[in-house]
């Protein structure tokens, strides 16, 4: 398959062609390139985040303590190393691809100017030689018709009794002229037919398969020029994944050395006090000296009568004749368990003995009632 051969008269799509490849080169050049500047975008982006997290060591105080914390410290350097590769894609992708594939695109319009300059330059000299040859023909064919003519007249003037010789002899000298010019004129169309047909194998035969060569053979090394580069791109790629994948390994163990019970021991350490934690509140009973008294299962707070006594009496007086079996006794409270709220508690109670306890102390305070009310009579009888 050959385009010299194939291809013999499509100079001028074989010419739209080539302009496409070179265009589509072009193309995947500024495609490189786009992708050579977000490479180089995208590491730098890296960097300057693993730069914005990364603790600013100024102290020893501030250096990370906690698994979970020291992992993500190694995470964002395995993030660098990680940053670093991409920075190494961008400069393979820079001077393997983008740079090769200019520079060549450079050198394929300049061959592609050269081979197009040939075959114009041979299909010029082509219509050259078949402008001779056409104007050889139209001057043999114009010399033919005046040599008719000439034979022509030659003739009439010949069969004309009234002719004169001189006359018959001009016409037959013209047609002599005319019969001679006209075999040369033929001579030259031969000539120039055969050279322009001459010219025309060599033109299709040679000279434009030549060219045409040329084109298929720039045409296809651009081809085979762009699956380098392909392959080249992908190859920038692939050198470097052995270290991004120990980068990604790197980023595996960091994960996995997280310590959820060791964070929590470095809590305790730092935040522990040593101190014991304080005992249970005692109860502050503020009801021991209120009065108590059980009335169908209801305790309630009695009510004592209140006695009016004469002011005229003084109270050293009244003080010896208000209780009828002597002086009035101290009242002892009831004795503190060492149990209770600042050593003393309310007594304790069985349920079995509620009944019994409640009738002996209603009788007490029945008799000590009546023996109230006694006095104040004998005090009121005595004055």
Known sequence: MSWGTELWDQFDNLEKHTQWGLDFLDKYAKFVKERLEIEQNYAKQLRNLVKKFCPKRSSKEEEPRFTSCIAFYNILNELNDYAG?????????????????????YELKAERKSHLQEGRRAQQ????CMKQMDSSKKKFERECREAEKAQQTYERLDNDANATKSDVEKA???????????????????????????????????????????????????????SECYKGF???????????????????????SVDERRDSQIVVDCF????????????????????RTVSDGTISTPKPEVT?????????????????????????????????VYGCTRPYYNMSDRDSGSAVLGKQRGASLRGLKRAVSFTEFAV
């Not at 590769?85 to 695109?105: L, N, P």
């Not at 006090?273 to 509140?281: H, K, N, V």
């Open 85 to 105: 590769q991409r920075e190494v894609v961008a400069e393979e992708i820079g001077h393997r691809v983008y740079a090769e594939i200019m520079k060549y695109s």
């Open 125 to 128: 000299y082509l219509e050259m």
């Open 172 to 226: 037959k000298q013209q047609l002599n002229l005319r019969t001679h010019m006209a075999d040369e004129s033929k001579n030259e169309y031969a000539a120039q037919l055969q050279n322009y047909n001459a010219e025309q194998h060599k033109h299709f035969y040679i000279v434009i398969p030549q060219v045409y060569k040329h084109l298929q053979e720039m045409d296809e090394r651009r081809t085979v020029k762009l």
């Open 234 to 256: 992908a190859d920038a790629e692939r050198k470097v994944i052995p270290i991004i994948s120990k980068c990604l390994e790197g980023m595996v163990q960091a994960a996995k």
């Open 272 to 291: 522990k006090s040593g101190f014991e934690p304080p005992g249970d509140y005692p109860f502050e009973d503020y009801s021991q000296h209120i009065y």
């Open 308 to 340: 009016r006594i004469d002011p005229k009496i003084t109270m050293g007086k009244a003080k010896g004749k208000l209780w009828l079996f002597g002086k009035k006794p101290k009242t002892s409270s009831p004795p503190c368990s060492p149990g209770g």
